[in-house]
């Protein structure tokens, strides 16, 4: 961020770097035309009223100089200087961004989203230091959250932390409807590359997991006082190649054997509990309850005739 200078603080010297650092920073956040650079040094306090503009060119000349690239401001570039390169930059090798690629893959699925939105920061961070085009998208392109509102994200989860009813406006891709809901928020998940909100929805009376991306917005937040009594997905299952990182925090080991582990995991609802059942692929055996157990086998048969044709 840049500060407001004092010019009681400044000598000629000291301020034709200032100016020169500020330009810098000015271009290396956007293009800019003539009269922006002028404005924005003027606010800063570098550059004064009386100054022509005569001193902005010789300063973007004193740039070019010292390696920086810029282009001229003409009508193709809307009449913008526009910085191409400077030696200031990061120099990041595509062989780094696969390493930070394989690197962030296996840590996503075990960070928390405050974790996750650190990560977002930083990557946003690096790119807007790199000139080269192909390695400022693919570092923009790492994160997971790349599509979504830190804003709103955070909100979620200060709503969860404070518990927090939500008079909230959702899409349902099944009836291609909105439908307004009254969801009291109890946790945000991070999932599949997807964000989801588990919570209490009064309307139905049952707890909900609702993909973040389908809320149009949000009416009202009321603080809620009262207690409720959540019916779990309870499933009991027997896990074959057993990884200690497999098990969450809502799963029990009962039992260990040879080749695998029985597990007791007691799920949000049952929309959670299939995912995660799912997730295990062949690895898994379901054994109760048997109603789940039954729907989780139509469930693969129907996928199967969805992919055999």
């Known amino acids: 961020m840049l500060n407001i200078t004092e010019k009681t603080e400044l000598n000629q010297i000291s301020l034709t770097g200032a100016r020169a650092i500020m330009l810098l920073s000015l271009l290396i956040q956007k293009p800019r035309t003539l009269e922006e650079i002028r404005t924005e040094l003027i606010k800063l306090g570098v550059l004064f009223p009386d100054h022509s503009n005569d001193i902005l060119r010789i300063d973007l000349n004193t740039l070019r100089t010292m390696g920086c690239e810029i282009t001229h401001a003409t009508a193709k570039t809307g009449f913008k200087y526009v910085l191409k390169k400077h030696p200031f930059s990061l120099n990041i090798t595509p062989e780094e961004i696969s390493l930070l690629k394989k690197v962030y893959k296996k840590v996503k699925n075990v960070s928390n989203l405050s974790i996750l939105i650190k990560y977002d920061e930083l990557f946003n961070k690096l790119a807007e230091h790199v000139t080269e085009t192909d390695i400022k998208e693919q570092l923009y392109g790492i994160s997971a959250l ?164």
């Open 146 to 309: 790349k599509s979504f509102q830190h804003e709103f994200i955070k909100d979620l989860m200060k709503d969860c932390q404070t518990n927090q009813v939500l008079k909230l406006v959702y899409y349902n891709p099944d009836t291609k409807k909105t439908n307004q809901k009254d969801v009291l928020a109890q946790k945000l998940v991070f999932q599949n590359d997807k964000i989801y909100l588990w919570g209490f929805d009064f309307n139905k009376n049952e707890a909900v997991t609702l993909n973040i991306k389908r809320i149009k917005s949000i009416l009202s937040r009321t603080l809620y006082k009262g207690k409720i009594d959540v019916n779990y997905t309870c499933v009991k299952f027997f896990l074959k190649n057993f990884c200690i990182t497999e098990i969450g925090e809502d799963e029990t080991i009962v039992e260990t054997c040879k080749d695998g582990v029985w597990v007791e995991g007691k799920y949000h609802n049952e929309f959670v509990a299939t995912q995660r059942i799912l997730s295990f692929g062949p690895y898994c055996i379901v054994h109760e309850p048997q109603e789940f157990r039954e729907k989780i086998i139509r469930k693969l048969k129907n996928m199967r005739k969805i992919y055999n044709g």
